[in-house]
């Protein structure tokens, strides 16, 4: 059997796994207008 924290903790990882990937995404979206301006 799982213990409860260990899901809280599981459910916390992931959720700042995703916030990473959108910031990423977010700098990548404003690289490419950028590099799109620079051409």
Not at 2 to 30: D, E, K, L, W
Request: overall charge positive; hydrophobic content about 65%; charged content about 15%.
């Amino acid at each position: 059997m799982v213990p409860v924290f260990a899901f809280s903790f599981i459910g916390r990882r992931s959720a700042h796994v995703a916030a990473v990937v959108a910031m990423v995404a977010r700098i990548s979206a404003v690289a490419k207008v950028a590099n799109g301006f620079t051409d």
